[in-house]
């Protein structure tokens, strides 16, 4: 099992840093949830005006993590980077 830890930069700051083990289903997921969800990442793009396919770059921090790797990873880089739409660091 292949799981990615992700970031979502826009205008070159790092916003919002994820996992999953789909990243193109996971892609396609934040796109449909942007108009409705309540999450803070979502309100954010409304926000801001957004354009999500256009003005969004997803970046793979690491790759072919076991699960508890992954947790770690994200942990990690929500800490360094401190991105505006994380409001909570997993323990």
């Avoid at 949830?33 to 954010?44: A, H, I, T, V």
């Avoid at 409304?46 to 690491?62: G, Q």
């Avoid at 992954?70 to 991105?83: G, Q, T, V």
Wanted: glycine letters at 2%; a positive charge.
């Amino acid at each position: 099992m292949t799981i990615y830890t992700y970031c979502i930069l826009y205008k070159d700051r790092v916003i919002y840093v994820g996992k999953t083990m789909s990243l193109k289903r996971r892609i396609n997921r934040h796109h449909h949830n942007f108009k409705s969800c309540r999450f803070p990442l979502y309100k954010y793009m409304r926000n801001e005006s957004v354009n999500v396919k256009k003005d969004f770059v997803f970046s793979i921090l690491e790759t072919n993590q076991t699960n508890l790797e992954a947790h770690f990873s994200e942990r990690y880089w929500i800490k360094l980077y401190k991105p505006i739409c994380n409001k909570q660091i997993p323990k």
